[in-house]
């Protein structure tokens, strides 16, 4: 993904195209798990394209909304606001946040997940609809 001025719906739905088109060009689906910004979602992809390509790159993902308040989820974020601490003038940024993503890289650190999924599923069962048969 691009380091870019602005958030716009634009901006996402480009930044989809790219991923779709030339990161998993051969996947089948591309699995998002992102946050509910209203610029996230397909209805961007059909302010930006003719209405076959929206569909084209819509049909290729697989979109996973967090939960609103569950900011223990999104690890990223986390990562984010602590590098937003030391960001320099937007035309250097770029520079800036592909060094610290090579060097977080190169130290190895990975999350420790502690919860696990059949945890999840408890804690979290009222937000996810159930099955009736």
Not at 3 to 28: F, G, M, N, S
Not at 40 to 58: D, I, M, V, W
Not at 82 to 88: A, E, F
Not at 104 to 126: P, Q, S
């Amino acid at each position: 993904m691009d380091v870019t001025e602005h958030r716009t719906r634009v901006d996402w739905a480009h930044q989809i195209k790219e991923l779709v088109d030339e990161r998993y060009p051969d996947a089948e689906k591309v699995v998002l798990v992102m946050d509910n910004l209203n610029t996230h979602g397909p209805a961007s992809l059909y302010q930006t394209f003719p209405p076959e390509e929206a569909k084209r790159l819509a049909d290729k993902l697989e979109i996973h909304y967090m939960p609103k308040h569950g900011s223990w989820l999104n690890m990223a974020e986390i990562e984010l606001s602590v590098l937003r601490w030391s960001i320099p003038p937007f035309e250097t940024l770029e520079g800036e946040a592909t060094a610290w993503v090579e060097q977080r890289d190169a130290v190895g650190d990975k999350i420790n997940w502690r919860f696990t999924t059949d945890e999840a599923r408890i804690k979290l069962k009222r937000l996810y609809p159930s099955i009736e048969e």
